[in-house]
């Protein structure tokens, strides 16, 4: 089976499991996927890794102590950069999706351009991580149209966007603080809420991980709440792409 093939029919797999769930219709992987459908009160907290592992150790020490799932996004230079932390993300149990190789502007690329990122970040993703990546692509910036969307569908992977970004990467130098970060995540609480935050900061320096320090206080701010930290790949529902 080649790697599309395969891409694809784990994507019908992870995208199909989720049959008890009370739901209302299933995604459509032809867009962007910023929420998993269901009523569920369930939240998916996953990462972004484009700069440094500042906040990458604390980050999975609270996941383990608290029991809780995360999807992580590197991109593929990330991953050269960082395989110890990429095999450490994946050895604690959680999945890899990918943020694209270079984490570049895809408004300004063509057809060829787009697939280059992709399969680029793809092997070096699978190198670093020793594992096989989910097929979920997340863009830079949230930058999706259409026409990349469409791009990325055809390659074999779904684009899983986010409700709320929590901003943790911007760090205090640019106005946030723990406490913003917490008051994010929780504004947007709703069944089956997308969490993105960061393992680093856009500085790049190892220094203050604003979304790592907060991640204990969301984490039991939402279970407090009634809701549950759900793993991406089993919470999200039947893809109707291509139907």
């Known amino acids: 089976m080649n790697r599309i093939a395969r891409a694809l029919a784990l994507t019908a797999i992870l995208l199909g499991t989720l049959a008890a769930a009370p739901e209302a219709s299933g995604p459509d ?15 998916a907290l996953t990462f972004n890794a484009a700069w440094d592992e500042g906040g990458l150790a604390a980050t999975l020490a609270t996941l383990r102590q608290r029991a809780a799932p995360a999807t992580f996004f590197p991109t593929g230079r990330f991953a050269e950069r960082h395989p110890a932390a990429v095999r450490a993300m994946a050895a604690a149990g959680h999945g890899l999706g990918s943020h694209s190789y270079s984490h570049p502007h895809f408004s300004t690329l063509g057809r060829l351009a787009i697939a ?5 970040a793809d092997a070096a993703i699978r190198r670093a991580g020793r594992t096989e990546p989910l097929p979920l692509f997340r863009f830079p910036y949230s930058e999706t149209t259409p026409q990349a969307i469409a791009e990325v ?23 946030m603080t723990v406490d913003k970060v917490v008051e994010r995540a929780l504004a ?37 709440r009634g809701y549950r930290i759900v793993d ?11 139907s």
Not at 116 to 120: L, Y
Not at 155 to 174: I, N, S
Not at 191 to 219: C, F, K, S, Y
């Open 29 to 43: 992987c032809r867009t962007a996927i910023r929420r998993i459908p269901t009523t569920e009160r369930v939240v």
């Open 116 to 120: 280059k990122e992709v399969w680029r």
């Open 153 to 175: 569908n055809t390659l074999g992977f779904t684009d899983v966007e986010f409700t709320t970004d929590t901003k943790g990467y911007l760090g205090t130098a640019r106005g």
């Open 188 to 224: 947007a609480l709703t069944p089956g809420e997308i969490v993105q935050m960061h393992v680093g900061n856009t500085a790049g320096d190892g220094g203050h991980v604003l979304d790592a320090e907060a991640l204990p206080r969301i984490i039991d701010a939402v279970r407090s």
């Open 232 to 242: 991406l790949r089993t919470l999200a529902q039947r893809c109707t792409q291509g």
